[in-house]
């Protein structure tokens, strides 16, 4: 009896193993939160908020791969190694929502001729770019928070291939830009965390898994 018991015994602590309660779950919520506060500081300059966005998707890339975050040193290094070259990105970035924001306005407003049509397909496109743009970011936090060209090839190869999935990423952003404007201003930077792991989260399963860096791809 004694001999069929053990194994019974040797396999209760296994099935603990991986099992998570609410404290795993609080410690994820707020290091998410602190990842967003951080974001929104960095990019606070507006022609840092490429870098800073880059390197925060980096972040959450280490922790959903490895199951621990980058240290502070890896993530100041990355930081200052994506300012210069993210500055393009993020003039490229504000300078296009400025437009579409913009456009978005005069057409609601009846500024501009179109009326509602005009103002649907505008807005379409609005949110199809957003959540073009969102896979890019978690394409660059592949490559270590840099290789912005790279990874805009790479994210747009992904959202041909699988536009079931581009539709869900623009859906993250769609909610992501609603909740920003129903919440609390202060707590839109904690809504930045999690938006980059909603991302992350999204794409980790989509068919199209090798990141282009240059000319060689890694798994």
């Known amino acids: 009896m004694a001999s069929r018991?053990?194994?019974a015994a040797r396999a209760e602590p296994a099935d603990t193993v991986g099992r998570r309660d609410w404290r795993d779950v609080a410690r994820d919520a707020a290091?998410?939160?602190l990842l967003g506060i951080l974001l929104a500081l960095a990019a606070a300059p507006l022609l840092t908020a490429a870098a800073a966005a880059?390197?925060?998707s980096a972040a959450v890339h280490d922790w959903t791969r490895t199951g621990s975050w980058p240290s502070a040193r890896t993530t100041a290094r990355r930081f200052g190694r994506s300012v210069l070259p993210g500055?393009?990105?993020?003039?490229?970035?504000?300078t296009g929502a400025a437009l579409l924001t913009a456009d978005l306005a005069a057409l609601a407003t009846g500024r501009v001729p179109g009326g509602p049509?005009?103002?649907l397909v505008t807005a379409l496109i609005a949110a199809g770019l957003a959540g073009y743009a969102g896979l890019v970011v978690v394409e660059v936090g592949g490559n270590g928070g840099g290789r912005w060209r790279a990874s805009a090839r790479s994210a747009a190869r992904a959202c041909l291939d699988a536009p079931t999935r581009w539709a869900t990423l623009?859906?993250?952003v769609a909610l992501a830009g609603l909740l920003a404007v129903l919440v609390t201003p202060v707590a839109v930077p904690i809504l930045a965390g999690y938006t980059v792991a909603a991302l992350h989260a999204v794409t980790v399963r989509r068919p199209v898994t090798a990141t282009v860096v240059g000319r060689?791809?890694?798994p």
């Open 31 to 33: 290091d998410l939160a």
């Open 54 to 56: 880059g390197t925060a």
């Open 170 to 172: 623009t859906g993250v």
């Open 5 to 7: 018991a053990e194994p």
């Open 87 to 94: 500055v393009p990105v993020s003039l490229l970035a504000l």
């Open 117 to 119: 049509a005009a103002l």
């Open 216 to 218: 060689r791809e890694l």
